[in-house]
């Protein structure tokens, strides 16, 4: 069996007696939380105090928009394009812009023109000099000449054979109808016993080879005339195309004099004297003049 043991406690107000006696407790027990459990209190009422205050200023996560109810207005709702007009604050710069780049690159020998002078299309603007472009230029001009050379050279032989041809064919001819009077001239005397039947035979003989020998002869004609027909158009392609390289290979040369592309204002120009440039290296700008434009960035 259990024993409770009470002690009586005096009435309010009053000592009791020994080393026991009541402490009163306060209405909001604040007084007996440790100091880190007060600490977390505060910041906790302080974390809702700031989300309370953020929750009535956005609303809740929804925007407004304040204005004055003077410069509301109101009307049906209907379909139509919605007008939005967005302030920009825009640069104003050429319409058009013409970069000049190195070709195949160099080194600069003179600057003709600065940044502000005004161009015409052609102009020259700056000169390069490239010793390798024109060791190459020079070694490729070789390679074309020789070979522009030898086509010429296959053409005036196709003309020649032609012409041989065509020179042999009448020669027989000739020989056909001089052998055939000599032949009808002999015989005529031979028949009479005024010339040996050798000499009549050894121009009949001749005859023969030369009636025998025309044929061969047109045929070898018309074969060298359908040669001829079939191989000059191809030369003269080749030969068009070869002077066509050659005029490429001396553009070259020709590039390292720079020449405004058009009309206008050099508006970007900064080159010094033995500066070496690489090939595709941005030289100037030109700006023609066909008007100015505002550029601005748009969200």
Excluded: C
């Excluded at 407790?25 to 953020?54: D, R």
């Excluded at 005397?189 to 009949?204: I, N, Y």
């Amino acid at each position: 069996m259990d024993i409770i043991e009470t002690t009586e406690l005096p009435p309010q107000g009053q000592k009791q007696g020994g080393m026991d006696r009541q402490i009163p407790l306060g209405k909001w027990p604040w007084s007996v939380l440790s100091p880190g459990a007060k600490l977390a209190l505060v910041a906790t009422l302080s974390v809702l105090v700031i989300l309370l205050l953020l929750f009535f200023i956005l609303g809740g996560g929804t925007r407004t928009l304040r204005i004055p109810l003077n410069q509301v207005t109101s009307a049906t709702v209907e379909r139509g394009v919605f007008h939005d007009l967005i302030p920009l604050r825009a640069n104003v710069v050429p319409r058009d812009t013409v970069y000049v780049d190195a070709m195949d690159g160099g080194r600069v020998d003179r600057v003709l023109v600065q940044a502000g002078d005004v161009v015409e299309a052609g102009q020259p603007m700056i000169v390069l000099s490239n010793t390798n472009l024109a060791l190459q230029v020079i070694q490729q001009e070789s390679q074309l000449n020789q070979a522009i050379s030898q086509l010429q050279q296959n053409e005036i032989s196709l003309e020649q054979n032609q012409l041989a041809n065509q020179r042999s064919l009448a020669d027989i001819d000739y020989n056909l109808i001089r052998l055939q009077r000599a032949a009808k001239r002999r015989n005529d005397l031979a028949t009479r016993g005024m010339l040996s039947v050798e000499e009549r035979d050894t121009v009949t003989d001749e005859l023969a080879y030369y009636q025998k020998l025309r044929p061969i002869q047109s045929e070898s004609g018309q074969r060298q005339s359908a040669l001829y027909e079939r191989l000059l158009p191809e030369i003269d392609r080749q030969l068009q195309n070869l002077r066509g390289n050659l005029t490429v290979v001396h553009d070259k040369l020709d590039s390292l004099v720079v020449r405004a592309p058009v009309s206008g204002k050099v508006t970007a120009l900064d080159l010094k004297v033995g500066e070496n440039l690489g090939a595709g290296q941005r030289l100037a700008e030109v700006t023609p003049d066909t008007g100015m434009k505002l550029e601005a960035d748009i969200d």
